[in-house]
């Protein structure tokens, strides 16, 4: 019985070290019904990342965090308003944008009146007041047509600086307003902070042949005989109970470093300078109490988490040193 608490007490305090490294202190309660993440923004994860979530193209992105809001209106389809309360204090805005899809309106009876219309967009200055001069503030107006369809995006970085959290403004929703019924319900806007790091190549040391042993103590004497290289490490998400929260990936390949850095060292266990030094010490006995170098990742990479937040709005983010990507001897 004992053993049972002290296993769970365990696992809830590395289930808790675990949100930390993820920059999180509790885990995101998953959404109250099934729901479908908008495309853009899974489209948007299959370019930066590949299955696994590790970051294959680090150029894409201007920072290392995309959030997207949906229109919180519910049954205003003139008007569309996005709460940005969950954007973190530490988070720097460098770049907000608003989504709006336009599609193609069925064809009605009589003639059409409009071949173009007029979207403005505002900043809301006063909820209660939208109706009047000092309500909002015009941000940008546009013609479109109205014969097709597709996105139309608006820069409202300065806008959303002014009224996130930190940024000491008063409100922290923003205000859309458009002249006619061509936008659907989903209309997100993205906001980018910090900076991406490296892409994964990928890869593996080739390993030294090793003599075959067997049972459990030749076992160990084979780890140590074997040299530094990378080995699988599997991270489930399901299994740790994130299922629910997190869209993608499921889980991924963190790798671990293991083996011994025996003398002498080769290029192929990638040492440093200081490791060579202390492999030569450790050989020749020329100083006590120092061991051989040890089999640690020198490369390490990002990945990426597709996922819902509090507020069930989806985010993108990148969090760095997530994967061994190649391993040595330091």
């Given amino acids: 019985m004992l053993g049972t608490v002290l296993l769970l007490l365990r696992r809830a305090e590395a289930l808790k070290r675990l949100l930390e490294v993820f920059g999180m202190e509790d885990p995101p309660p998953p959404p109250a019904h099934f729901k479908q993440p908008p495309q853009y923004m899974v489209d948007l994860f299959n370019t930066v990342a590949n299955a696994d979530g590790v ?18 209106t519910h049954g205003e389809k003139m008007r569309f308003l996005f709460i940005l309360s969950s954007v973190a204090k530490n988070e720097k805005i460098l770049t907000a944008e608003l989504h709006l899809f336009r599609l193609w309106p069925r064809a009605t009876d009589g003639p059409k009146r409009h071949h173009f219309c007029q979207v403005s967009v505002y900043q809301v200055l006063d909820k209660s007041e939208l109706d009047t001069p000092g309500g909002k503030k015009l941000l940008a107006a546009r013609l479109v047509s109205l014969q097709g369809s597709g996105w139309e995006v608006f820069a409202i970085t300065q806008a959303v600086s002014c009224f996130s959290p930190g940024s000491g403004g008063t409100e922290d929703t923003l205000g859309v307003c458009t002249q006619d ?6 209309t997100p806007s993205s906001l ?6 490296a892409s994964f190549p990928g890869g593996s040391h080739t390993p ?19 040299p530094c290289q990378r080995h699988p490490l599997s991270v489930d998400f399901e299994e740790i109970g994130w299922s629910g929260w997190i869209i993608s990936p499921r889980g991924y ?8 850095c025996p003398f002498p060292l080769g290029e192929n266990m990638r040492p440093t300078n200081h490791a060579t030094v202390q492999s030569i010490i450790n050989a020749l006995k020329l100083s006590e109490g120092v061991s051989s170098p040890c089999c640690v990742p020198d490369k390490l990479y990002s990945i990426n988490l597709l996922y819902f937040d509090d507020d069930e709005n989806v985010v993108l983010k990148q969090y760095d040193d997530m994967v061994a990507g190649s391993c040595g001897c330091h």
């Fill in 208 to 226: 030294w042949h090793v003599p075959k042993l067997t049972g459990p103590r030749n076992a160990r004497s084979l780890d140590r005989l074997q």
């Fill in 181 to 186: 019924h061509f936008l659907t319900h989903f």
């Fill in 55 to 72: 970051t294959k193209n680090p150029d894409i992105l201007e920072g290392n965090t995309v959030r997207s809001f949906l229109d919180k």
């Fill in 253 to 260: 390949n963190a790798y671990h470093c293991k083996g011994s």
């Fill in 192 to 197: 980018w902070a910090s900076l991406p790091v």
